[in-house]
C-alpha cells in the first residue's frame, strides 16, 4: 500500500486552500512549537505587509550544506508575500530567538533543499510533483511552485 503520489509514481499534486479548520490547526501546533515539543519545526513571525502586525506561523526548516533554508510547501501563501515585501523575519524554538533577512533562492539552489524538505516533510509530499525518490532535477522543476528562502543572519550592529 503506498502513501499517496510521493511513495509511487507522480500524480497532480494537491492544490493548497486555506481554511479555518488549517488556521486552527496551526494555532494549535505553534502552541506546541513554543514549549519545544514538535521535533524540527519552528515559529516564523513576518511583518504584514499591508497591515505592518506581526504575523506568525510554524515553519519547518531545512539546513543543507551548513546554510539555513525556509521552505513554502504550499507555494505562495500570505507569509511568503510578506517576506518579499519585508525580508526580516523572527525564527524561534522553545526559548531560542533568531532575527535573519531572506534572501530568495534561485530554482538550481532551491532543488537539492526542496528535495531534503520532502523527505523530511510527509504532510506536504502531496503538494509536490515530485516524489522521495526523484531526482534534483524534479524538484529545480516544480521550484517556481514553491519559494524558498535563505537565512541569512540579521546583524543589528551592536
Known amino acids: 500500500m503506498t502513501d499517496g503520489p510521493h511513495e509511487g509514481g507522480p500524480q497532480e499534486p494537491r492544490t493548497f486552500t486555506r481554511s479555518r479548520a488549517r488556521d486552527i490547526g496551526d494555532a494549535v501546533t505553534s502552541v506546541f512549537v513554543r514549549l519545544g515539543l514538535v521535533p524540527g519545526t ?8 499591508r497591515s505592518g502586525l506581526p504575523r506568525t506561523h510554524p515553519a519547518t526548516l531545512v539546513t543543507l550544506d551548513g546554510r539555513r533554508w525556509l521552505v513554502a510547501p504550499y507555494g505562495v501563501v500570505s507569509w511568503v508575500h510578506n517576506v518579499r515585501a519585508d525580508p526580516r523575519v523572527l525564527v524561534r524554538r522553545g526559548l531560542s530567538r533568531h532575527v535573519f533577512v ?57
Open 102 to 158: 531572506v534572501r530568495a533562492a534561485s530554482a538550481q539552489e532551491a532543488g537539492p533543499v526542496l528535495r531534503q524538505y520532502v523527505r523530511r516533510s510527509r504532510p506536504t509530499r502531496p503538494y509536490f510533483a515530485a516524489t522521495v525518490d526523484s531526482p534534483v532535477e524534479a524538484f529545480v522543476a516544480e521550484a517556481d511552485r514553491h519559494p524558498v528562502f535563505e537565512l541569512v543572519p540579521y546583524d543589528t550592529g551592536r
Open 42 to 49: 519552528s515559529l516564523l513571525t513576518t511583518r504584514g505587509r
